[in-house]
């Protein structure tokens, strides 16, 4: 089991950026893939970034691919979501989640663990 703990969100121009961090509690921390969604209201969550337990893949959703960043600190028990370029369509409540799958899963329903979500707003 992993506890996460989502922060960094903020207010920036158009244009900005913004570092998100997610904090995961437990030893087994490495044996999870981890994801970074987005959700706005009166719409479903949205799958926003993966990365893999050993930080040697990434998958990342076309409308952020060359903005958007994932990492992990492994032995920081850190997951991290750089987001550059931003755009008044980023504005959404983000979240980390864990999976404990090998694969990089797009389907929030495949996460087991979530964080609280931290908001992200984009002024245009």
């Known amino acids: 089991q992993v506890q996460l703990v989502d922060s960094g969100g903020g207010l920036v121009q158009a244009g900005g950026s913004l570092r998100l961090s997610c904090a995961a509690s437990?030893?087994?921390?490495?044996?999870?893939?981890m994801g970074w969604f987005r959700q706005v209201p009166r719409k479903e969550r949205e799958f926003v970034a993966a990365i893999s337990r050993s930080a040697g893949s990434t998958y990342y959703a076309d409308s952020v691919k060359g903005r958007f960043t994932v990492s992990r600190d492994n032995a920081k028990n850190m997951v991290y979501l750089q987001m550059n370029s931003l755009k008044p369509e980023d504005t959404a409540v983000y979240y980390c989640?864990?999976?404990?799958?090998?694969?990089?899963?797009?389907?929030?329903?495949?996460?087991?663990?979530w964080g609280q979500g931290t908001q992200v707003t984009v002024s245009a």
């Open positions: 989640a864990a999976d404990q799958s090998i694969w990089m899963r797009t389907d929030p329903g495949a996460y087991a663990y």
């Open positions: 437990g030893r087994t921390f490495s044996g999870y893939t």
